[in-house]
């Protein structure tokens, strides 16, 4: 893909879903509430559960564009780390925070400032406090290494032009031991490009599709293990919505750098931790982190 295409194609899914949180953000005024940024059976606010959608904001709801629950999926634990990778809106990050309680942390991550001002708006209405949305694209994350616990997504990774990037990315602010759960689009192995290209376009989710065998192989090239890819729905002939699940290892040469350094300082929750910076206090690197172990 050349570089024009690649700047081309991400201008237009910036634009298609700057116009979905316009489209939300000037509806809320409506008598009615924001409507849908899109009505699919297959993707959007239904695949989630009625109580989920009840608890949070409804212009949260209504920008939803995924094609899953990734937070669900993801089995989150109280006081996780969570990085939501295109995180839009906010739902997947809003429900992260809920289900990782006021010890943990959500990030969301976002191209499109649009949306990072809808999520930032429904965080509010939420009352949320344990989360944060950060402008960046998902092939270079705002983050530092080894502090997350958990990587979700949901239906971006198949808009993205550099796919072992942003595999290579999760990996990297991932902890050794950490794991992704993410709700994309992945094709059939028998499906050529040109197959993919004629049953949708890039900006719907269906062109940018990897296939089956290229999700595992992306997804180890980038040193994942334990990966498993389930189907869950079709969402066009020979293309489904589906779950992937993976694991960082626990072990290696990231793993022995994460344990020596930790939020910005060196012997994490130790009485001899110092900050990686000298400029600033062990205190001060930990509460720029983010750290979900601050004293």
Partial sequence: MSEQTT???????????????????????????PEPAEVDQNFGSALYAADER??????????????????????????????????????DVLLSARRVGPTGR???????????????????????????????????????ANT???????CVINLSTDKPAVFAEAFRVLRPGGRIGVSDVVADDTL?????AERG??????????????????LEAAGFTDIEITPTHPVADGMHSAIVRATKP?????????????CGVTSCCTPAELATDPSITASEAKSTAGCACQD
């Fill in 106 to 144: 959500a990030y969301g991550v976002d191209m499109t400032d649009e949306m990072l001002a809808l999520a930032l708006a429904n965080a509010a209405k939420a009352g949320a406090t344990n989360v944060e949305f950060l402008k960046g694209t998902i092939e270079a994350v705002p983050l530092p």
């Fill in 54 to 91: 009840d608890a949070l904001p409804a212009e949260a709801v209504a920008a939803s564009l995924g094609c899953g629950n990734p937070a669900a999926v993801a089995e989150l634990r109280e006081g996780e780390r969570v990085l939501d990778l295109g995180s839009g809106g906010g739902i």
């Fill in 201 to 218: 376009d890039y900006v719907g989710c269906i062109a940018g599709a990897l296939s089956f065998a290229e999700y595992r192989a992306g």
């Fill in 7 to 33: 700047t081309d194609l991400r201008e237009t899914v910036r634009r298609r879903y700057a116009a979905a949180a316009v489209k939300v953000t000037e509806g809320s005024a409506a008598c009615c509430g």
């Fill in 250 to 262: 626990a072990t290696g040469p990231d793993a022995s750098a994460a344990n020596d350094s930790c």
């Fill in 192 to 196: 050529t490009t040109e197959q993919r």
């Fill in 148 to 154: 997350i616990d958990v990587v979700i997504s949901n």
